[in-house]
């Protein structure tokens, strides 16, 4: 284990399953920092869990809910571990040059592409006779316009563009030479290869430093072809179908209230989505006992698959609500293979379980404090002062100068003659062709994003110093050199974005409401930290 938390413990485990989110999809690199703070954030839960125990809120009903959905994941995963993950090839070392020496070749390469084999055999037989071109047999075989006039062109592909059989064949074949069909996923495809780009000085130095990316790579590029075979097999079986017209009006009505993905805050990924389906029964009452989809001889109505949507993932949920229902009724099928197999006792189930149980516990017992937090306008508008240079600066506003003509060479010229210690000020005046500033040296005055009528202009300039010439840019007008003379940021004004201040501000009483409930349940209960444990968890 990792630490121990009063009667709670962090097993490696269970550090695993929160560290490996934060360094493989998140913005941060592993590291002894890195990993304190997420076990620093695992303990908090453990100890606020505890005090919601003492508060007796491991009574409320939400936890029976929790723990099976929990329970039901977790199984599902071990299922998955044991049909698939623990079935994959570890990448020897020879897997890994290989890997190393593709990931350094680029590939110029065209295709043709038949979804049967023996079509596919058809157009190799083509080829080999050499009454058509692979150029000519491209504009027949897509319907893709660009992949019809570009003779099936993929353009230039890098190790692990391609699935891995397409990949194989593609790095096997000479420059010039059509392979045989070859096989992928999504049906048979006939390969040409260009021309290839390699790096040449590579060192061992190198091959080192990439290993354990390339290993992952392989390894997950592994588990997508033997996972999706996989449970594709054992989904075929079961035979799921939609009921379109129940799932279509229910499906819709979902859409109509789901939030906006950017009004998301990070935190609430894991809640469910009551604030988006507040009066969703009422307006699905009709199709409550209607059954939205069936699978082995039996369904869900709609109610059911209600009670289960808060579980489904939020990309899925966002952009494929019949994928996503598809994922959830595999979930559930896998969750049973793993009951009857008596995996709801494997140590790793009840791990994740305990620690699911335990980060609601700890959310219910922190909003039962947040609760109690009174916001007024007076501390709206407070936070708003003390916050405003940090957080809520508008877009920079800048004075622009433009000098406008209509001739690319005259624009190079004055240009040149910026660049060698002319003065903008005479050649505005002088060259300019915008009449309107003709009398004011070219000066276009404030200019701020999104208000601008001169916004390539002012995107320009911004990426200089103030005072730094930049062009010539093609406008609408002709060409331009403009800088910026001046450059001031000002505060958004607190009424267009009241609710963003708000929110923030809430988000820091938070945080500072979390802290003082930590800093009173450390005294509380024994924390032991076993460092030596953490820093010599393997990197992944």
């Given at each position: 284990?990792?630490?121990?938390?009063?009667?709670?413990?962090?097993?490696?485990?269970?550090?695993?399953?929160?560290?490996?989110p934060?360094?493989?999809?998140?913005d941060?690199?592993?590291?002894?920092?890195?990993?304190?703070?997420?076990?620093?954030?695992?303990?908090?839960?453990?100890?606020?869990?505890q005090?919601?125990?003492?508060?007796?809120?491991?009574?409320?009903?939400?936890?029976?809910?929790?723990?099976?959905?929990?329970?039901?994941?977790?199984?599902?995963?071990?299922?998955?571990?044991?049909?698939?993950?623990?079935?994959?090839?570890?990448?020897?070392?020879?897997?890994?040059?290989?890997?190393?020496?593709?990931?350094?070749?680029?590939?110029?390469?065209?295709?043709?592409?038949?979804?049967?084999?023996?079509?596919?055999?058809?157009?190799?037989?083509?080829?080999?006779?050499?009454s058509?071109?692979?150029?000519?047999?491209?504009?027949?075989v897509?319907?893709?316009?660009?992949?019809a006039?570009?003779g099936?062109?993929?353009?230039?592909?890098?190790?692990g563009d391609?699935?891995?059989?397409?990949?194989?064949a593609?790095?096997?074949?000479?420059?010039?030479?059509?392979?045989?069909?070859?096989?992928?996923?999504?049906?048979?495809?006939?390969?040409?290869?260009?021309?290839y780009?390699?790096?040449?000085?590579t060192?061992?130095?190198?091959?080192?430093?990439?290993?354990?990316a390339?290993?992952r790579?392989?390894?997950?590029?592994?588990?997508?072809?033997?996972?999706k075979?996989?449970?594709?097999?054992?989904?075929?079986?079961?035979?799921?179908?939609?009921?379109?017209?129940?799932?279509?009006?229910?499906?819709?009505?979902i859409?109509?209230?789901?939030a906006?993905?950017d009004?998301?805050?990070?935190?609430?990924?894991?809640?469910?989505?009551?604030?988006?389906?507040?009066?969703?029964?009422?307006?699905l009452?009709p199709?409550?006992?209607q059954?939205?989809?069936?699978?082995?001889?039996?369904?869900w109505?709609?109610?059911?698959?209600?009670?289960?949507?808060?579980?489904?993932?939020?990309?899925?949920?966002y952009n494929?609500?019949?994928?996503?229902?598809?994922n959830?009724?595999r979930?559930?099928?896998?969750?049973?293979?793993?009951?009857?197999?008596?995996?709801?006792?494997?140590?790793?189930?009840?791990?994740?379980?305990?620690d699911?149980?335990?980060k609601?516990?700890a959310?219910?017992?922190?909003?039962?404090l947040?609760?109690?937090?009174?916001?007024t306008?007076?501390?709206?508008?407070?936070?708003y002062?003390?916050?405003?240079?940090?957080r809520?600066?508008?877009?920079?506003?800048?004075?622009l100068?433009?000098?406008?003509?209509?001739d690319?060479?005259?624009?190079?010229?004055?240009?040149?003659?910026?660049?060698s210690?002319?003065?903008?000020?005479?050649?505005?005046?002088?060259?300019?062709?915008?009449?309107?500033?003709?009398?004011?040296?070219?000066?276009?005055?404030?200019?701020?994003a999104?208000?601008?009528?001169?916004?390539?202009?002012?995107?320009?300039?911004?990426?200089?110093?103030?005072?730094?010439?930049?062009?010539?840019?093609?406008?609408?007008?002709?060409?331009?050199?403009?800088?910026?003379?001046?450059?001031?940021?000002?505060?958004?004004?607190?009424?267009?974005?009241?609710?963003?201040v708000?929110?923030?501000?809430?988000?820091y009483?938070?945080?500072?409401?979390r802290?003082?409930?930590?800093d009173?349940?450390?005294?509380?209960?024994?924390?032991?930290r076993?460092?030596d444990?953490?820093?010599?968890?393997?990197?992944?």
């Amino acid at each position: 284990m990792v630490a121990k938390v009063g009667n709670r413990t962090i097993s490696i485990t269970s550090f695993e399953r929160a560290y490996l989110p934060v360094i493989l999809y998140g913005d941060k690199f592993d590291s002894p920092e890195t990993r304190k703070q997420t076990l620093d954030y695992l303990i908090g839960d453990k100890l606020l869990a505890q005090e919601a125990e003492k508060a007796e809120m491991d009574t409320f009903s939400i936890l029976k809910h929790v723990t099976r959905v929990a329970e039901q994941k977790a199984i599902a995963r071990h299922v998955y571990d044991d049909w698939v993950r623990k079935k994959i090839p570890v990448p020897t070392d020879d897997d890994l040059r290989l890997a190393f020496e593709r990931s350094n070749k680029s590939m110029l390469v065209r295709h043709l592409f038949a979804s049967t084999k023996s079509a596919s055999d058809s157009l190799y037989a083509i080829l080999q006779s050499g009454s058509m071109t692979f150029e000519e047999l491209a504009a027949r075989v897509f319907t893709d316009s660009l992949l019809a006039a570009d003779g099936g062109s993929l353009g230039w592909l890098a190790w692990g563009d391609l699935d891995e059989n397409l990949e194989n064949a593609a790095y096997d074949a000479p420059v010039g030479k059509f392979t045989e069909p070859v096989e992928s996923q999504y049906g048979w495809h006939i390969l040409r290869v260009d021309d290839y780009k390699k790096q040449v000085i590579t060192s061992e130095t190198d091959y080192l430093q990439t290993k354990p990316a390339l290993n992952r790579r392989i390894y997950e590029r592994r588990e997508a072809i033997i996972g999706k075979q996989v449970l594709n097999d054992f989904m075929r079986d079961q035979q799921v179908s939609f009921n379109r017209e129940i799932a279509k009006p229910v499906f819709n009505a979902i859409i109509a209230r789901r939030a906006p993905k950017d009004d998301m805050a990070p935190g609430e990924r894991e809640k469910p989505l009551e604030r988006e389906f507040a009066t969703l029964r009422d307006e699905l009452a009709p199709y409550m006992d209607q059954t939205i989809v069936s699978f082995s001889g039996e369904g869900w109505t709609v109610s059911g698959f209600l009670e289960r949507l808060p579980e489904m993932g939020r990309r899925e949920f966002y952009n494929n609500l019949y994928l996503g229902t598809a994922n959830l009724v595999r979930d559930e099928l896998l969750s049973r293979a793993g009951y009857a197999e008596g995996y709801e006792k494997a140590i790793d189930v009840v791990e994740e379980v305990q620690d699911r149980k335990d980060k609601i516990l700890a959310q219910l017992y922190l909003q039962t404090l947040w609760d109690t937090l009174t916001i007024t306008e007076k501390m709206v508008g407070k936070y708003y002062q003390d916050n405003w240079q940090r957080r809520y600066q508008g877009p920079d506003s800048l004075r622009l100068q433009e000098i406008l003509v209509s001739d690319k060479a005259l624009a190079d010229t004055l240009m040149f003659r910026l660049r060698s210690g002319a003065d903008f000020d005479e050649l505005a005046q002088r060259f300019t062709q915008r009449v309107e500033f003709e009398h004011t040296i070219g000066d276009l005055g404030w200019q701020v994003a999104g208000k601008t009528a001169y916004e390539i202009e002012y995107s320009q300039a911004l990426k200089v110093k103030t005072g730094v010439p930049v062009g010539p840019i093609e406008t609408e007008s002709g060409w331009a050199i403009v800088r910026s003379t001046d450059r001031v940021r000002y505060a958004e004004p607190l009424r267009l974005i009241r609710d963003k201040v708000q929110k923030d501000m809430e988000n820091y009483h938070q945080s500072i409401v979390r802290q003082k409930a930590l800093d009173e349940a450390r005294s509380h209960y024994k924390i032991d930290r076993y460092q030596d444990v953490l820093s010599m968890i393997d990197k992944k």
